[in-house]
T-cell receptor, first 112, second 116 residues
Framework: SQQGEEDPQALSIQEGENATMNCSYK?????LQWYRQNSGRGLVHLIL?????REKHSGRLRVTLDTSKKSSSLLITASRAADTASYFC????????????FGAGTQVVVTP | DAGVIQSPRHEVTEMGQEVTLRCKPI?????LFWYRQTMMRGLELLIY????????DSGMPEDRFSAKMPNASFSTLKIQPSEPRDSAVYFC??????????????FGSGTQLSVL
């Protein structure tokens, strides 16, 4: 079963715009991670935020975590065509030791 | 480091045949994971190993699936006999633990399996 659910399922924006996607989950977590998957490739880790953190930045990425609402958001600023990919959140649940559960993903298309 | 290496990249087989997928994790990682990705079910965790020992195989769909990790640098996922519904992309990933939580996973490029 999927722990995280991303919203929206698909997102289409133009270069230079910001892209925001959300992830909701069901149980307590140790950390939440975001991954990117380009078409036909494996997943690549983007950023990890721990349950005691509220916000984290990495380059053009900004991740927030609200454990009271069991939700996270990923913001990509000043998007580029190369950001076109599927983005997945993954949760390391407190009661599922070692199991990183992935959501269904958000498909992002950035047009030049 | 070359990253997680999976082989073959593509596999086409006929129903009833045995399929073996291979994975070489990143050196020094003590956790290895097998995931399956389909459009309908997304990414599913099949099984994971810690120090070559299977820890949780509750995601393995049926007895037709088996996984082994004979040493720290090699793992296999076998399907016998294969069925068309096994068609998917199979990913291997490796990682390490830090404290009480799992750290980031490093994924291989996957094996695209088609069972005709």
């Amino acid at each position: 079963s999927q722990q995280g659910e991303e919203d929206p399922q698909a997102l289409s924006i133009q270069e230079g715009e910001n892209a925001t996607m959300n992830c909701s989950y069901k149980t307590s977590i140790n950390n939440l991670q975001w991954y990117r998957q380009n078409s036909g490739r494996g997943l690549v880790h983007l950023i990890l935020i721990r349950s005691n953190e509220r916000e984290k930045h990495s380059g053009r990425l900004r991740v927030t975590l609200d454990t009271s609402k069991k939700s996270s958001s990923l913001l990509i600023t000043a998007s580029r065509a190369a950001d076109t990919a599927s983005y997945f959140c993954a949760t390391d649940a407190s009661d599922s030791w070692g199991k990183l559960q992935f959501g269904a993903g958000t498909q992002v298309v950035v047009t030049p | 480091d070359a990253g997680v290496i999976q082989s073959p990249r593509h596999e086409v087989t006929e129903m009833g045949q045995e399929v073996t997928l291979r994975c070489k994790p990143i050196s020094g990682h003590d956790y290895l994971f097998w995931y399956r990705q389909t459009m309908m079910r997304g990414l599913e965790l099949l099984i994971y190993f810690n120090n070559n020992v299977p820890i949780d195989d509750s995601g393995m769909p049926e007895d037709r699936f088996s996984a082994k990790m004979p040493n720290a640098s090699f793992s296999t996922l076998k399907i016998q006999p294969s069925e068309p519904r096994d068609s998917a992309v199979y990913f291997c990933a490796s990682s390490s633990f830090l404290g009480q939580s799992i750290e980031k996973l490093f994924f291989g490029s996957g094996t695209q399996l088609s069972v005709l």
